[in-house]
């Protein structure tokens, strides 16, 4: 492991960003970040605060970061941190929870696989969560485990289906296929959907929309650590630690109902 003690780090940003992201004058609108979304003032003071912890630890990095792409921390960096500042800012926008912030690192020339550590703080509630790679995930200090319910019958599944209009008709017709499945929920951020997956309170997570950008690769490294976590096509998700690079993710807590989500979106 690296020689710096990522959790007290990342803890102390958890408790500066719950503080941060009260502030007034957070749902003002102020540009447009790398991805075409609308990055508001709570983005970029969330990043902001990020990229001042990280300037003070001394640690030899570059960030990869939503709203500025890539900030080069240190001279001769060793690490790649990827920062996803505010999942959820429509939720966050419109004033109701949840919203998070997620935060990870990887060896600089490692890819989603290769994270080492990851925390995700859901910013309303400040509950945490932490994953350490072959260490399991911990929610608040707890470790916790994944559901083990096994049939797509018996589950309950976090769907984003946030269609692009060019693609609504296959988007409809996996949405249609997966409703076989008890109920489903969509919370408004994925990184909050992969942490209630990964502990169990949801039985698996599908977005296979093939969009959703590698700022989230916190999240997919703690659903790694409890479930079977794939592509839509059940291929390993080994993608660059980019802001451009994106992937599709099903995860399950058991194979058998991994399988069944796969074989619902061929359908």
């Known amino acids: 492991m690296p020689p710096f003690d990522f959790l007290k780090l990342a803890k102390r940003i958890g408790r500066k960003a719950v503080k941060t992201a009260l502030l007034p004058g957070g749902r003002e609108k102020l540009s447009t970040n790398p991805l075409g979304q609308t990055t508001i003032k709570a983005d970029k003071r969330l990043e902001d605060l990020v990229i001042s912890e990280l300037r003070a630890s001394k640690i030899p990095c570059v960030l990869v970061t939503e709203e500025a792409s890539l900030v080069k ?10 920062l996803d500042p505010l999942d959820g800012s429509e939720n966050f926008k419109r004033g109701i929870p949840p919203y998070a912030l997620g935060f990870c690192y990887a060896p600089i020339k490692g890819r989603a696989d290769d994270v080492l550590e990851s925390y995700i703080i859901e910013l309303c509630s400040g509950e945490e969560f932490y994953a350490r790679k072959g260490k399991g995930v ?39 296929a997966l409703l076989g499945c008890s109920d489903y929920r969509r919370l408004g951020p994925d990184l909050v959907d992969m942490c209630y997956t990964a502990c169990g309170g949801l039985d698996g997570f599908v977005d296979p929309r093939k969009t959703l950008s590698l700022v989230h690769a916190s999240g997919v490294a703690i659903l790694s650590e409890t479930c079977i976590v794939t592509d839509e096509k059940g291929k390993p998700i080994r993608s660059k630690l980019e802001v451009g690079e994106c992937t599709a993710v099903v995860a399950a807590g058991t194979k058998e109902l991994h399988a069944e989500l796969l074989s619902a979106l061929r359908k």
């Open 73 to 82: 921390i240190s001279g001769k960096p060793e690490w790649k941190f990827v």
């Open 138 to 176: 911990f929610r608040d200090g707890v470790r916790v485990h994944a559901s083990k319910v096994k049939s797509l019958p018996e589950s309950i599944i976090s769907l984003d289906f946030n269609d692009e209009p060019s693609s609504k008709k296959s988007r409809a017709e996996e949405k249609i």
